[in-house]
């Protein structure tokens, strides 16, 4: 599979040779000062979990909080040689909680059970840039399928470290990093996760407005190391009708002191959409075969690109094969631009856990989403989330049965 995986992207450096960048992002660069941005996102979050009176679980953790994500990107110095500063801003406040209730993941918790009253952090980077390739570094977020920073509370994880980005070649994005640490979404000191080094390299090529594919290297020091591929294919059928392919895998090896356990699977998924006018009918099969589970989180708690990787649960335990049905109903058809439904259901069987080698598990999640489209509050976004997890074998989260409510309020504001 490695053989196939390192042809299929010479295959893709070769297509794009005879097709270079057109123009170089850095001989366009408009300056420091006059290329920067300033943008602050106001995040408002109440989560609700629910147990289901759960008797090795004495609480049911609610709490509801406000987080301030705030990024500045500088412009590019003019030359050969363009050099820019990025910084990050986090603030999250506290808004309800108490005794009995922490543990939601969106704030840190002291020794007393009680989570703070509020927590920051600030981070920066130095970015070089030479025609359309840029080095950073420092702290920043990261969205590669082997190393992706979660989003998925309060506040951001932050990573620390090299991140290569090169566009030379028209259709091909390059990738190479090296990163030393990451800060948890819900703790500023440094290096919360744990991690000692990761190293990757890969990239994604776009050989037509329909079909993508992408792989990937990456190396965690005692942990393992990873290979992804993916391939992304859509097929228009007419003008309100079309289908779209997705197929994701991993090769996961644990390596050094298996700080992560002790695996060596593949895990895989493949995702069939139809669309017609405002509807969108999803099928998804994901399968994990091998040793151990699907392992990530100490390279990021986002580094998981599967399908069926939803809400509460990841379908990810040794063995697991799991089934997803979803459908999405986007109402601008009807005269309601900005307003969306979701529902799915994923079932997952044969799940190697502690307790059973046929493990199952089921989830079903709705959601319903609005976004203002104009005036003073335009992009004001509204996110109301459901899940209920089920589970007689304990397969995720060492509890059976979650009920879990989120309700999220995003108002992202340009200063510059």
């Known amino acids: 599979m490695q053989v196939m995986k390192w042809s299929i992207i010479a295959l893709a450096v070769a297509a794009g040779t005879s097709q270079m960048a057109v123009a170089s992002q850095q001989s366009e660069s408009t300056g ?31 709490e509801w909080g406000h987080g301030i994500i705030t990024t500045f990107e500088s412009g590019f110095t003019q030359g050969m040689v363009g050099v820019g500063v990025d910084a990050i801003g986090l603030l999250g406040i506290k808004l309800d909680s108490g005794r009995g209730r922490a543990g939601t993941g969106l704030f840190p918790t002291g020794s007393d059970g009680r989570s703070q009253d509020d927590y920051s952090e600030f981070g920066a980077a130095v970015k070089l840039r030479v025609s359309n390739t840029v080095l950073k570094f420092g702290d920043q977020f990261t969205a590669l399928p082997v190393f992706a920073t979660d989003d998925s509370r309060l506040l951001p994880e932050v990573a620390e470290g090299f991140l290569l980005t090169s566009n030379e070649i028209a259709g091909l994005e390059l990738n190479a990093g090296h990163f030393t ?153 009807f005269g309601v631009p900005g307003l969306s439904f979701m529902a799915r259901y994923v079932r997952g069987t044969d799940a190697n856990v502690a307790t059973t080698n046929n493990g199952k598990e089921w989830e079903r999640d709705i959601e319903a989403r609005y976004v203002v489209q104009s005036g003073a509050a335009k992009d004001l976004s509204f996110r109301l989330r459901q899940a209920t997890y089920r589970s007689s074998d304990g397969v995720y989260y060492g509890s059976p049965s979650i009920d879990e409510v989120r309700v999220i309020v995003s108002y992202p504001l340009s200063i510059l």
């Open 181 to 333: 640490a990451i800060n948890a979404m819900d703790q500023t000191f440094h290096d919360s996760l744990g991690l000692k080094k990761a190293d990757l390299v890969g990239g994604t090529y776009t050989f037509s407005d329909a079909l993508s594919s992408s792989l990937y290297y990456s190396s965690v020091e005692d942990n393992f190391r990873k290979y992804y591929g993916n391939i992304n294919y859509s097929m228009p059928l007419s003008d309100a009708q079309a289908l779209a392919f997705d197929f994701n895998i991993y090769d996961t090896k644990s390596k050094g002191s298996e700080d992560s356990g002790e695996v060596d699977n593949i895990a895989w998924s493949l995702s069939a959409a139809y669309s017609i006018d405002a509807h969108t009918f999803t099928v998804v099969h994901q399968r994990v075969t091998g040793d151990g589970d699907y392992a990530y989180g100490v390279d990021g708690g986002g580094t998981v690109f599967l399908g069926n990787s939803v809400q509460r649960s990841d379908f990810n335990a040794e063995g697991e094969k799991s089934w997803q049905a979803r459908y999405d109903l986007d109402m601008a058809s």
């Open 32 to 62: 420091f000062v006059e290329g920067s941005s300033l943008n602050v996102l106001n995040r408002n979050l109440y989560f609700y979990r629910d147990f289901r009176n759960d008797p090795t679980l004495d609480d049911d953790p609610q």
